[in-house]
């Protein structure tokens, strides 16, 4: 019969030798089992062992607040238009008279969803955005068994008001994952 692909071989039916009825072959593998057992252990204990990550590394994302504490997001749309798999969405509103204390610009994300199933965290979002309004932290999300629980909101995005929140503010920045926003609200619900 002639071949598919260059990958296929005959089957050795040869009957075994006496080296083979005895199983010497497998001490070859308890030998390579031996030698491992005796060097450096490569395995993390996470979560009590946190491997450090890459100066460039680019975890969950954070929406930003400014130096006031109002959120930074306009909701332009320049995120969710760069976004190459398509896991951003948003709804914008206008800011009304007395949010001032909110908001930074007049229109802002009155929704702000991304879908952490899609985000193939390239950091593009994080590159369009004009306002400064989204980073990516070294932080990244936690695991979870359903689905819906990927599905980041604004109120999981958002940082912590760096005024009226300090301590919380401090360390959403991104040094410490069991503290970020998006992960203590994914915990309590
Ligand atoms: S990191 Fe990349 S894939 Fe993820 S939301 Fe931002 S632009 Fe989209
Ligand atoms: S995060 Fe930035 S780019 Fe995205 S909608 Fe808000 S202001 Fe625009």
Same mark, same amino acid.
């Given at each position: @019969?002639?071949?598919?692909? $260059? ?10 030798? #006496? ?9 070859? $593998? @308890? =030998?390579? !089992?031996?030698?491992? @057992?005796?060097?450096?252990? &490569? !395995? !993390? ?6 491997? /450090? #990550?890459?100066?460039? #590394?680019? =975890?969950?994302? &954070? ?5 006031? $504490? ?19 969405? @948003? ?6 008279? $007395?949010?001032?204390?909110? *908001? ?10 991304? +879908? ?24 990244? /999300? /936690? !695991? ?16 912590? +008001? /760096? ?5 919380? *503010? ?14 203590? +609200?994914?915990?309590?619900?």
């Amino acid at each position: @019969m002639q071949k598919l692909t $260059g990958k296929s071989y005959q089957v050795d039916r040869r009957p075994m030798n #006496f080296g083979e009825k005895l199983y010497l072959p497998i001490l070859k $593998g @308890m =030998g390579i !089992t031996l030698k491992h @057992m005796f060097q450096k252990k &490569v !395995t !993390t204990q996470f979560p009590e062992e946190r491997r /450090p #990550f890459s100066p460039v #590394f680019r =975890g969950l994302h &954070v929406l930003n607040r400014d130096e006031e $504490g109002r959120e930074r997001c306009t909701a332009c749309g320049l995120c969710a238009l760069a976004c190459p798999a398509e896991a951003i969405t @948003m709804e914008a509103a206008e800011r009304l008279e $007395g949010e001032e204390h909110l *908001y930074r610009e007049e229109k802002y994300a009155a929704k702000y969803e991304i +879908n952490m199933l899609r985000c193939i965290f390239c950091g593009l979002c994080e590159e369009a955005c004009p306002k400064d309004a989204i980073y990516l932290s070294e932080t990244y /999300p /936690p !695991t979870a068994f359903a689905r819906q629980k990927f599905i980041y909101k604004k109120e999981d995005l958002l940082i912590p +008001n /760096p005024i009226t929140e300090k301590e919380a *503010y401090e360390k959403a920045l991104g040094k410490d994952m069991e503290t970020t926003a998006g992960a203590l +609200n994914k915990r309590k619900s």
